[in-house]
């Protein structure tokens, strides 16, 4: 009776969005509310559209394909399409597309349910364009004003609202309106734990806190062949200081990334005058996180006093660590253990659309091997036969939602 | 009989062509060969020829304002028009527009030189846009090829000689037609000595090599909240690493800056795949200065290794020390003693234009004092009556060696 999943199709798809966004250097590229995001938007529309799914739109361009049926609260699973800078293709779209796969199955196998069936693509969770990250999810899950969000400003000094209108994916309905009696998301780990333990399949427990800073460092632009070492106030130097002074911080399970870095004047014979450079600290522990950003506040004051430079510091995001749903982490090792799949409870490392979702109602995740742990890179690769095996894992729990008459636990 | 140096002309047209280049957020940026470039030389050329004189532009772009009068070589004067990014006022146009004084003051008294005088303004003097800097000068004195410079490309991606056509100032004389009896260069010091000194005159006798460097750094571009500290190979902690081990190197007169660093993909969730920086080496002393740059090698072949990564090294430019003709150094340091103004023999800390006329003629620099010793900055400053002094001693300078039948010595 069960037609399973068609692994042909889900890879064809994944590889034919994946083309989507390529830049001059054919690098994929698929910022969020870009004309690349709206391309995808547009393909994926069209494939839930032919999966018989009703598509709805919401005012922050979270993008749903429903499927109307029994009663109550839909049994909700996606996760996201847009990408990083130079991006693998598995990344977020796999989380997406395996939802439009279990759809597919359930329909093939004649599955009745009892419930609707959400296939969601939140807007924004990579945050590479437009702050915070997870920003779709969070507004629908109500913990970020509409408006705000709306106003985001860019990198490229773009306003996201403008933008989502720009490329048709600012919709009518209110965010948050789809209220989940479950979510599930499917997602390549981006870790290397699954692969060094051999495990098929991760059912994920909790998920790191997350906190990302904006330092700005106002230093003095001098002539670089004029002015002696010492009578400097280089805000470069400074802003090196600060990532070297980073890696002390990051120790017992906290990790510390300086992803962007950028120099004012940016001229090889002018000393640095200015400096901005972004912090993310990741912890799933708030105690320990906490105590990052705490000593993170103690190494500015450091080198702002030694350098002679004024730093300041802009919060742009902050979230404590997750804990999922246990029930539906049980159903997830149950449904891997059936199919034979080792399966490993473990941290998502990332932050996910579920960690905002989880705020209203329960969620889990659920993870696939990533070859030498790498994403955010072209390199990013989850074999095959594993990316079916994640999504037949799911298509096996959203059929157990779907078939009870409520929500799990 | 000396009507001297009109210093209200002077300074309207510093300030005047200081407007020329505002950006939308009010910053000077004449960068070689931009539209702002083209507009400051139509301005200078306007000048130039309203004060009589003939002009000529050579195949690199240098301008020049020429005085037929005599015979044999000209004496020649002058500095560059193009600035860094954020800019002060002075910086090269200071001596351009003082020569173009002198030419006024010498009519205004009926002098009848002897020989030819020319005000030059050479092209891409900051190399802020186009590598190596000093380049019009470099060119002019046979010291870079032609076809060379013209291919160079810049930070933005274009070439200087399309550059060049677009903007109306690609001539056709040949690059070192005019070769001059003596180069005399009028600047503002750009560094502390002379206001630490209570100077009014600064008697270049030096002036310090340079070093340029760009550096590459490869490393993995990864996911900044799943990869372990353990495992990164994080090109922007490289790069932070370089810059802030270069202040070790940076001793006994050497200076050593970074002023531009850049991160790929420059994104605050993705640890640093790439990181491009350049390192800019100055010293007075050509040991020293090779010893700087073997000590920089060590470092990058130490943080190589340490991170993981590889670094690859071009050289954009190298110049030993240079030292100016003796006897017309003492021909700077009489006149400012006749006029009463305390002079002092010194190091040029900055690369100049005159460093390269040095190769194919008697040549020279006078300085004058900056405000804290800032520039390459809006707050570079120096006082108007500091600056006419200077074009004084300037005008002085030249009427002798006008005034002469043959070059100095």
């Known amino acids: 009776m069960s037609a399973g999943i068609d692994g042909r199709v889900l890879l064809a798809r994944l590889r034919e969005l994946g083309e989507v966004g390529r830049d001059a250097r054919g690098r994929l590229v698929r910022l969020a509310a870009s004309d690349a995001d ?37 049994v909700m699973v996606g996760s996201h399409i847009d990408t990083v800078i130079d991006a693998g293709i598995y990344d977020g779209c796999y989380g997406v597309l395996a939802g439009l796969a279990v759809v597919e ?195 500015v004051a450091e080198v702002a006093a030694a350098e002679g430079v004024a730093i300041t510091t802009e919060r742009l995001a902050r979230f404590q660590p997750v804990r999922f749903d246990p029930a539906l982490v049980a159903r997830i090792e149950q449904a891997a253990a059936k199919r034979g799949l080792p399966v490993r409870r473990m941290t998502s490392g990332a932050g996910h659309d579920a960690q905002m979702l989880a705020r209203i109602c329960p969620s889990a995740m659920i993870f696939v091997p990533s070859r030498d742990g790498i994403s955010h890179n072209p390199a990013e690769y989850t074999a095959p036969e594993a990316l079916v095996a994640g999504a037949e894992v799911l298509l096996d729990v959203v059929r157990g939602l779907l078939g009870a008459d409520r929500g799990p636990g």
């Open 38 to 74: 709206r391309a995808g938007r547009d393909l994926l529309a069209r494939w839930l559209q032919g999966a018989g799914l009703e598509v709805a739109v919401d005012a922050i361009g979270n993008l749903f394909g429903i499927w109307q049926a029994g009663a109550g609260q839909p």
């Open 105 to 299: 199955a359930l329909r093939a196998e004649g599955l009745v349910p009892a419930r609707p069936l959400a296939v969601a693509a939140f807007t924004n969770e990579e945050g590479v364009r437009f702050a915070p990250d997870m920003m779709g999810s969070l507004v629908h899950a109500g913990g970020l004003d509409l408006a705000e969000a709306l106003a985001s400003i860019g990198t490229d000094g773009t306003v996201l609202g403008e933008e989502l209108r720009r490329i048709g994916y600012a919709g009518s309905m209110v965010p948050g309106t789809i209220r989940p009696a479950a979510y599930l998301e499917l997602h390549v780990e981006q870790g290397p734990v699954l692969e060094q333990d051999a495990a098929a399949i991760g059912a994920v427990a909790d998920l790191q806190g997350i906190s990302w800073q904006r330092l700005r460092i106002e230093g003095r632009a001098n002539h670089a062949g004029t002015t002696p070492m010492a009578l400097r106030q280089d805000a470069g130097h400074a802003a090196a200081r600060i990532v070297t002074g980073l890696r002390a911080l990051a120790e017992g399970g906290t990790v510390a990334t300086v992803g962007s870095l950028r120099l004012e004047p940016d001229a090889i014979n002018v000393i640095p005058g200015a400096a901005v450079l972004t912090v993310d600290l990741r912890d799933p522990d708030e105690g320990r996180l906490a105590a990052a950003e705490a000593a993170l506040s103690g190494l």
